[in-house]
């Protein structure tokens, strides 16, 4: 059964500071893990990495890939209020649909 | 944003009624995915679809069914509701199976009461 686990659960921090968001995984046939942003309704896409050690970047946020020790982060530089979401991390199984395995999610709080 | 568009946004039915959510979708994507979002499970796989008519389960799927007679549209039936089933519902959509992130609705709220 593939998993995606992710931690912390939550995070408050203060704006400005920088943040790192953790997703490891075990998936069958690994293809690529995604990272999406919920705020109050539908997941949006951040990132897709599909190979080690490149780091994706938008702005101040940016995630990189570790296939050997099968974990993803993503970083938020100088957080500001409209951080404060539930971001998720998942990874495809195996087959021809992109079934999604969703992490739980890190609930990231930035007060002012 | 992708057309994906949910429907009812808001629902409270009682325990054993039939419940049928709808999608509808413009994109003439090829692939869509009904989720379930639950504090503490993150959001769970119930049914998706890869054409019309074709249809497969996914991790949760006890206790729904699907149909896809038309690209545009996917619908989700609770035949008899459980509080179980309080939950809130995704629809998510994409062009292709491999490698391709999901596009998804803004939700519907179901409360079984």
């Known amino acids: 059964e593939d998993k995606v686990v992710q931690s912390p659960l939550s995070l408050v921090v203060h704006e400005g500071d920088t943040v790192t968001l953790n997703c490891s995984y075990e998936?069958?046939?690994?293809?690529?893990l995604l990272w999406y942003k919920q705020e109050k309704k539908a997941p949006t896409f951040l990132f897709m990495l599909?190979?080690?050690?490149i780091e994706k970047k938008s702005g101040r946020l940016s995630s990189i890939l570790d296939k050997k020790e099968l974990f993803s982060i993503l970083n938020i530089t100088a957080t500001q209020t409209g951080d404060s979401a539930i971001y998720l991390c998942?990874?495809?199984?195996?087959?021809?649909?992109?079934?999604?395995?969703f992490g739980t999610g890190t609930r990231l709080q930035v007060t002012l | 944003d992708a057309g994906i568009t949910q429907s009812p946004r808001h629902k409270v039915t009682e325990t054993g009624t039939p419940v049928t959510l709808r999608c509808h979708q413009t994109?003439?994507?090829?692939?869509m995915y009904w989720y379930r979002q639950d504090p503490g499970h993150g959001l769970r796989l119930i049914h998706y679809?890869?054409?019309?008519?074709?249809?497969d389960k996914g991790e949760v799927s006890d206790g729904y069914s699907v149909s896809r007679s038309k690209t545009e549209d996917f619908l989700l039936t609770l035949e008899s509701a459980t509080s179980s089933q309080t939950s809130v519902y995704f629809c998510?959509?994409?062009?292709?199976?491999?490698?391709?992130?999901?596009?998804f609705g803004s939700g519907t709220q179901l409360s079984v009461l």
């Open positions: 998510a959509i994409s062009s292709t199976g491999r490698d391709e992130k999901l596009f």
């Open positions: 998936v069958t046939n690994f293809r690529s």
């Open positions: 599909t190979s080690s050690g």
């Open positions: 998942a990874s495809p199984g195996d087959g021809t649909a992109s079934k999604l395995t």
């Open positions: 994109e003439n994507h090829r692939y």
């Open positions: 679809s890869y054409g019309v008519k074709d249809t």
